[in-house]
Antibody
Framework: QITLKESGPTLVKPTQTLTLTCTFSGFSLSTSGVGVGWIRQPPGKALEWLAI???????RYSPSLKSRLTITKDTSKNQVVLTMTNMDPVDTATYYCAHRPGYSSGYQYYFDSWGQGTLVTVSS | QSALTQPASVSGSPGQSITISCTGT?????????VSWFQQHPGKAPKLIIYDVSKRPSGVSNRFSGSKSGNTASLTVSGLQAEDEADYYCSSYTTSILFGGGTKLTVL
């Protein structure tokens, strides 16, 4: 059974850097094809993809946020960390991490399991 | 890259069928069969209901089906039930990942 859980601060001040951790179980980020992505959702608004890291340490970022994001993994700890710099009130959102399945008769292109999300509020 | 375009809302009566569209471009929806759909109930995480345009994960009701024509993907929910009332999001997964703006399904 795959589980993911997001953790980090619930409140950050404008201009600060946000660090979120996704701790997962039920899969390994060293398995071919596997990825862990971050997606956020402002209150009452749509989902927005932020970043993804793959088993081979390939990293992809949303073009609109690329300059502010860094994603890393610690395979031994089963964790993925996302940092976002220069936080602004518009970054207030629920942040989710999600699992991309590994190679199975081909690479998979979807997120099949999601964490419960963590609400981050940006306010002074 | 812009978000994929979905209608803001759709509605239907119990037992009826509804279809939600998801329009992109030839660089995303139209160019690859990597469209997925998610169902999200209030206060809950999204749940995968369709992947690779038309495949259903194990455990998802066969009342949910997906298709694609050109740059537009569609999600059809047949035999509407009260529990289907939720927000639905499409996604295109290529070198970048896009989500639609979401559609609120109301079961009348």
């Amino acid at each position: 059974q795959i589980t993911l859980k997001e953790s980090g601060p619930t409140l950050v001040k404008p201009t600060q850097t946000l660090t979120l951790t996704c701790t997962f179980s039920g899969f390994s980020l060293s398995t071919s094809g596997v990825g862990v992505g971050w997606i956020r959702q402002p209150p009452g608004k749509a989902l927005e993809w932020l970043a993804i890291i793959y088993w081979d340490d390939d990293k992809r970022y949303s073009p609109s946020l690329k300059s502010r994001l860094t994603i890393t993994k610690d395979t031994s700890k089963n964790q993925v960390v996302l940092t976002m710099t220069n936080m602004d009130p518009v970054d207030t959102a629920t942040y989710y991490c999600a699992h991309r399945p590994g190679y199975s008769s081909g690479y998979q292109y979807y997120f099949d399991s999601w964490g419960q999300g963590t609400l981050v509020t940006v306010s002074s | 890259q812009s978000a994929l375009t979905q209608p803001a809302s759709v509605s239907g009566s119990p037992g009826q069928s509804i279809t939600i569209s998801c329009t992109g471009t030839s660089s995303d929806v139209g160019g690859y069969n990597y469209v997925s759909w998610f169902q999200q109930h209030p206060g809950k995480a999204p749940k995968l209901i369709i992947y690779d345009v038309s495949k259903r994960p194990s455990g998802v009701s066969n009342r949910f089906s997906g298709s694609k024509s050109g740059n537009t993907a569609s999600l059809t929910v047949s035999g509407l039930q009260a529990e289907d009332e939720a927000d639905y999001y499409c996604s295109s997964y290529t070198t970048s990942i896009l989500f639609g703006g979401g559609t609120k399904l109301t079961v009348l």
